[in-house]
């Protein structure tokens, strides 16, 4: 059964940086794509990153990129999302997602992947 658990978030004010990681159980990251995603208050979710770790390909929403970057470890099956100069407009639960390879880049603003555990709560605020 695959799982995720996503841990890492917390309050951070503006300018700051905070480091996700989403463990994956029930199957081997190399072999799909493995996506960040975000809600916030009365918005719906969107894709914020997604990385496919057998090839390298990454793809980042446009408002985060520069400032954003996706990893993977093999290793320890895990998937980190490095956040750095935050801004308010970053508050949101985040969560991690996977789906077939091909979906990264192409379906990262898609609601189509499997969406994983209950998230973790980022709030930029001063």
């Known amino acids: 059964q695959r799982q995720f658990v996503e841990s890492g978030g917390g309050l951070v004010q503006p300018g700051g940086s905070l480091r996700l990681s989403c463990a994956a159980s029930?199957?081997?990251?190399?072999?799909?794509?493995i996506g960040w995603f975000r809600q916030a208050p009365g918005k719906e979710r969107e894709g914020v990153a997604c990385?496919?770790?057998?090839?390298?390909?990454?793809?980042?929403?446009?408002?985060?990129?520069?400032r954003f970057t996706i990893s993977s470890d093999n290793v320890t099956n895990t998937v980190y999302l490095q956040m750095n100069s935050l801004e308010s407009e970053d508050t949101g639960v985040y969560t991690c997602g996977g789906g077939p390879y091909y979906y990264c880049?192409?379906?990262?603003?898609?609601?189509?992947?499997?969406?994983g555990g209950k998230g973790t709560l980022v709030t930029v605020s001063s």
């Open positions: 880049p192409g379906a990262l603003t898609r609601n189509i992947w499997n969406y």
């Open positions: 029930g199957f081997t990251l190399s072999s799909l794509a």
């Open positions: 990385i496919v770790s057998e090839s390298g390909r990454t793809k980042y929403l446009q408002t985060v990129e520069g």
